[in-house]
């Protein structure tokens, strides 16, 4: 585990909200026994009703969120508590709960803020968790994301690994098979041509994990999917079920997206009806 000392996030305040779901970090529903993927998405089928939007829309719409005063690391408080909840129901749909430890691989931006965060409730839920940092830096590039990995090491139950280089990762795939499920957070709707070392890397683990029969849950889309074309990058992460949020994103509903993604679960994360008029 990294050395490095202990940051807890600083609080954060509510934000209004489209509509009367309970959001992700307050809902009681997501605290008790986990609710497996049909139960998780028909409770937040409001949010998978809405019309689908293009990954520069959402880009948009949570931007537009930030400056109208909600704040960012709220915003990736919620998405990471409804990525614990989709890792929980994934686990339960597959019978795998109680049979290994769950490895995130968490990339340099916000996505894999949302991972830190994930893992950071999945420890306290009482699961055996170890986050992958796949960057050449020591910490996430976006302040919540390098807020919430430092958060981590303050977290019983929770691994921190840095793998700088694709040998890291490489090493890190022995006994992947091990692992109850594998979380990709590595990038999410910023993805722009070839992926670069060490992203490269963790995606073929991610790859190597699924094919040993470990399931893959991935945020906001498989890396590198385009959540506006659908189209995919080679490598390409194959996950059994995404978890993306706000509304419903055009490219996982192409004929790509819907065989790489797997199942989709839509979560409402909070963002503003006027900070999202489309």
């Given amino acids: 585990m990294l050395a490095m000392s202990p940051a807890a996030p600083p609080p954060v305040s509510r934000a209004p909200v489209p509509d009367d779901t309970p959001l992700p970090a307050d809902d009681p529903a997501l605290r008790g026994e986990p609710l497996d993927l049909d139960a998780?998405?028909?409770?937040?089928?409001?949010?998978?009703?809405?019309?689908?939007?293009?990954?520069?829309?959402?880009?948009?719409?949570?931007?537009?969120?930030?400056?109208?005063?909600?704040?960012?690391?709220?915003?990736?408080?919620?998405?990471?508590?409804?990525?614990?909840?989709?890792v929980r129901g994934l686990l339960e749909t597959t019978g795998r709960a109680g049979k290994g430890l769950v490895l995130v691989l968490v990339g340099p931006g916000n996505n894999g803020g949302d991972g830190c965060v994930a893992a950071r409730l999945l420890a306290r839920g009482g699961l055996r968790v170890v986050v992958v940092l796949v960057s050449g830096e020591t910490r996430p590039g976006t302040p919540d994301a390098a807020r919430n990995w430092d958060a981590l090491a303050a977290v019983p139950g929770v691994e921190r690994i840095h793998a700088a280089q694709s040998r890291d990762l490489q090493m890190l795939g022995q006994g992947v098979e091990k692992a109850s499920?594998?979380?990709?957070?590595?990038?999410?709707?910023?993805?722009?041509?070839?992926?670069?070392?060490?992203?490269?890397?963790?995606?073929?683990?991610?790859?190597?994990?699924?094919?040993?029969?470990?399931?893959?849950?991935?945020?906001?889309?498989?890396?590198?999917?385009?959540?506006?074309?659908?189209?995919?990058?080679d490598p390409v992460v194959r996950a059994d079920a995404t978890i993306t949020f706000h509304r419903p994103k055009v490219g996982l509903r192409t004929r790509n997206g819907r065989a790489l993604a797997g199942r989709v679960l839509v979560a409402p994360i909070g963002i503003p009806v006027d900070a999202d008029r489309t």
Wanted: charged fraction near 20%.
């Fill in 40 to 86: 998780l998405a028909a409770h937040w089928h409001e949010a998978g009703s809405r019309s689908p939007m293009t990954g520069e829309e959402m880009r948009g719409a949570d931007h537009k969120a930030q400056l109208m005063g909600t704040p960012g690391r709220w915003l990736m408080e919620q998405a990471g508590a409804a990525t614990a909840a989709a």
């Fill in 181 to 233: 499920v594998v979380v990709d957070a590595l990038l999410g709707t910023g993805v722009r041509g070839e992926l670069r070392e060490p992203i490269r890397s963790a995606v073929e683990l991610a790859r190597r994990a699924r094919a040993a029969g470990v399931p893959v849950l991935a945020v906001d889309t498989p890396t590198a999917l385009d959540l506006t074309s659908g189209d995919p990058s």
